[in-house]
């Protein structure tokens, strides 16, 4: 049986934003070096650009 | 300014048709089997094992695999994102699994995740494809 699922939608956020970053790093670059360069840049900015835009959307209600 | 480059990475001649068509055939079926054929041992490794994680991470999270409805063109291109992925899909179709549970809090995240494993997968095959045709 497989575990629980979370509840944090953080937590979603980030397993997401990592693998994309993975992902997009490998395939855009070919030297291992610009890879981490790369996916760490792009895992922040997924980061950051989440929490920005989840405050910006904080005074609209659903 | 130019970089070291092994001979794995180095640019190629063009592939044969047919072995065009393998490579992005077998590129579809097992993620990152494109490169793994051509050589490029590290970056196939990378997107079998990230893209999979992704695919089970949809599943898991209680995602849809969509249908091909023709009525709705959302679900309809959500489908072809989903079949993106290959043999992932394709066991988790047999098994039955991606039934989707619209309830849950993780849905939407679950859709996400299958259908960016199945897109980003697109990427890896056209990545592939340049591989073989010597542009990289």
Sequence with gaps: MPPAVPASHFLFMVAYALLVSIVFATLLKDQRRDQVKTGVTMFGAFLVAAVVFGWLMYPFPL | ?136
Excluded at chain 2, 10 to 21: D, G, N, Q, T, V
Aim: net charge positive; hydrophobic share 50%.
């Design chain 2, 1 to 136: 300014m130019a970089t070291k480059s092994t001979t794995a990475e180095r640019p190629r001649a063009a592939a044969e048709p047919w072995r065009l068509a393998l490579v992005c055939a077998l590129a579809w079926l097992i993620p990152g089997a494109g490169h793994l054929l051509q050589g490029r041992r590290d970056k196939g490794l990378v997107f079998l094992v990230a893209l999979t994680l992704m695919f089970a991470s949809g599943l898991w999270l209680q995602g849809r695999i969509f249908p091909f409805e023709w009525s709705d063109p959302l679900v309809f291109l959500g489908a072809i994102a989903d079949r993106g992925v290959g043999l992932p899909y394709l066991i988790a179709r047999a098994a039955d699994a991606g039934a989707g549970t619209v309830t849950a809090a993780s849905y939407e995240y679950g859709n996400t995740f299958l259908m960016t494993s199945g897109l980003l997968n697109f990427l890896v095959i056209l990545d592939a494809f340049d591989i073989a045709q010597g542009r990289k």
